[in-house]
Nanobody, 126 residues
Framework: VQLQASGGGLVQPGGSLRLSCAAS????????AGWFRQAPGKEREGVAC????????HYADSVKGRFTISRDKIENTVYLQMNSLKPEDTAVYYC????????????????????WGQGTQVTVSS
């Protein structure tokens, strides 16, 4: 049971990146999937979530309208499309899964997730 995150890199402000989180050993479609990030000196925070119950998605206010979380059933992968990137988006990004059906209030809580991938660095700078 493993999550492998990739796709990070250096991008200029206003640019785009797509992060991937490949699942192995289990079907990620049956789990709530989340993306989190942690900037230097700050706590890890929720960025986006795709619920396993109704397929609904949730986003942090800071990324609404710019980031999109999606799943690919065939590839067994969760994606985070990030557009209009800002310097404040610079962080290590992590993907995670939860067996619970998390709602708009509970999805950002780290303890709700029991499987974490390694981080991928995203740096937004000119």
């Amino acid at each position: 049971v493993q999550l492998q995150a990739s796709g990070g890199g250096l991008v200029q402000p206003g640019g785009s990146l797509r992060l991937s989180c490949a699942a192995s050993g289990f079907n990620v479609e049956h789990y709530t999937a989340g993306w989190f990030r942690q900037a230097p000196g700050k706590e890890r925070e929720g960025v986006a979530c795709a619920s396993n119950s109704d397929g609904g998605t949730h986003y942090a206010d800071s990324v609404k309208g710019r980031f999109t979380i999606s799943r690919d059933k065939i590839e067994n992968t969760v994606y985070l499309q990030m557009n209009s990137l800002k310097p404040e988006d610079t962080a290590v990004y992590y993907c995670a899964t939860s067996p619970h059906s998390l709602d708009g209030t509970t999805w950002p809580r780290l303890y709700g997730y029991d499987n974490w991938g390694q981080g991928t660095q995203v740096t937004v700078s000119s």
